[in-house]
């Protein structure tokens, strides 16, 4: 029994997989010149800051988060190495890029949640007794993991947008990334006390679940 809960998890988790790497080539954007392209939606724009000081309409935004900045800023990794130099025509492509690295990220991300689900069942068991089950535990813990911070990586590090989007008050984004920074400490605290402390541990990774949940189905909401 033990080993057919096995094959199936490890059926899902490797479907998961094959999804993800197969979805960039679904996900290209059709026309990188078209205008739409330049003004990345609330819903694409993820974790960016959503206010500017002025209309400037430089290759780059006045406002990146710190990864954006490091690789893909003036004197970023990108530009002092000669990979990608800044310029109009890199820039479109780098929106091409960004497009497919966020919509990836959307479909991880529900992939995400479904092992999530997977993993609170198992989590259940083994907390009612069922022993058996430890590894195979430990195993989607793992694999939970790397998918979160698969995600997250490709949000964190995609290029950043031309121009953001002026916008002031509570919107979906803006919800998004608050939930990020609650979500991000629970996956930290959940690891951290998996062997040490039994009930942070579980409160932890309720409070993950909860937080990430709320953080993908916010982004159905303009």
């Not at 793992?142 to 998918?147: D, E, I, Q, R």
């Not at 964190?156 to 990020?180: C, D, E, V, Y």
């Amino acid at each position: 029994m033990v080993n057919s809960n096995k094959s199936y998890a490890l059926g899902i988790i490797l479907s998961a997989a094959l999804l993800t790497f197969t979805f960039p080539l679904w996900a290209q954007v059709k026309c990188i010149d078209c205008p739409e392209v330049n003004q990345i939606s609330l819903e694409d724009d993820l974790f960016a800051e959503l206010e500017q000081e002025n209309e400037d309409t430089s290759l780059l935004p006045s406002k990146m988060l710190i990864t954006q900045r490091l690789i893909w800023g003036k004197n970023g990794l990108a530009r002092i190495t000669g990979i990608v130099p800044l310029s109009e025509e890199n820039r479109l492509r780098e929106l091409k890029w960004r497009r497919t690295m966020l919509k990836t990220h959307q479909v991880i991300g529900y992939t995400t949640l479904a092992a999530m689900v997977a993993q609170g069942i198992i989590g259940g068991k083994l907390y009612n007794g069922d022993y058996s089950l430890y590894k195979l535990h430990k195993d989607m813990g793992n694999a939970v993991t790397a998918l979160y911070f698969t995600g997250a990586g490709l949000s964190l590090f995609a290029p950043p947008a031309i121009q953001l989007n002026k916008t002031k008050g509570l919107n979906s984004a803006r919800m998004h990334k608050w939930l990020a920074t609650v979500h991000l400490s629970a996956m930290i605290a959940t690891q951290y006390y998996s062997d040490r402390d039994r009930d942070i541990h579980k409160a932890a990774a309720y409070t993950l679940f909860g937080s990430y949940a709320a953080a993908t189905i916010v982004l159905r909401f303009k």
